[in-house]
């Protein structure tokens, strides 16, 4: 009998001894002749795979809107210009129809429609200076009105529906919108400058 043979008798030996002794079936028994069962392993988690951040575009600083009436808004001058031309001319058409007046009721609509031609041409050159910051003086030569007054009225009417016309359409070309804004007043006050020379007409 070898070695190995020997060991495997004393083991079953001891077995028997051991299971008359103490029991398996006692929970207070501390002691087991059986290896202890391995716990299972848990699973390996997987490699966690990195996740790339989104990329978050930067947001572009807001605009600032163009300067109402400033140096961006030199391309209007031109028409700006040729605005406060037409209007001057009406301005000293109208004085000098009033000198033809007399003291009529006639001189006074003339006088006033006169002091409005140059308010409006005073308003037109103030925002000429902001946008260019110099003075623009036109240069004019007032047509000679008709002999007749009532002749030289139908002509101020007309030049009023021509000059809102042209106001209006300086409006929806401009890109500044204090000018725009600007020219559609001016607009709207020679459609009433030309409401008052129809209703002198009317009533003559």
Not at 119 to 145: D, K, W, Y
């Amino acid at each position: 009998m070898n070695e190995t043979q020997a060991a495997q008798l004393d083991q079953a030996a001891f077995q028997r001894v051991w299971n008359r002794v103490m029991p398996q079936d006692r929970p207070d028994c501390p002691f087991t002749l059986e290896p202890p069962a391995e716990a299972p392993q848990a699973p390996q988690a997987a490699p966690a795979q990195t996740v790339m951040a989104p990329m978050v575009r930067q947001a572009e600083p807001p605009q600032q809107p163009p300067l109402c009436l400033g140096e961006t808004s030199a391309p209007e001058l031109p028409t700006l210009e040729a605005l406060l031309t037409l209007i001057t001319d009406s301005f000293r058409a109208y004085r000098a129809l009033s000198l033809r007046a007399g003291r009529t009721g006639r001189r006074t609509l003339l006088s006033t429609l006169a002091a409005a031609k140059n308010q409006q041409a005073r308003r037109l050159s103030a925002a000429h200076f902001l946008i260019s910051g110099r003075r623009f003086v036109p240069q004019t030569t007032a047509a000679p009105a008709p002999s007749s007054l009532p002749l030289a009225l139908r002509e101020r009417f007309q030049a009023e529906q021509r000059t809102a016309q042209a106001l209006l359409s300086a409006a929806q070309a401009a890109s500044d919108p204090c000018l725009a804004d600007l020219y559609q007043a001016l607009a709207a006050e020679c459609r009433t400058h030309a409401a008052q020379l129809r209703s002198w007409l009317e009533d003559a």
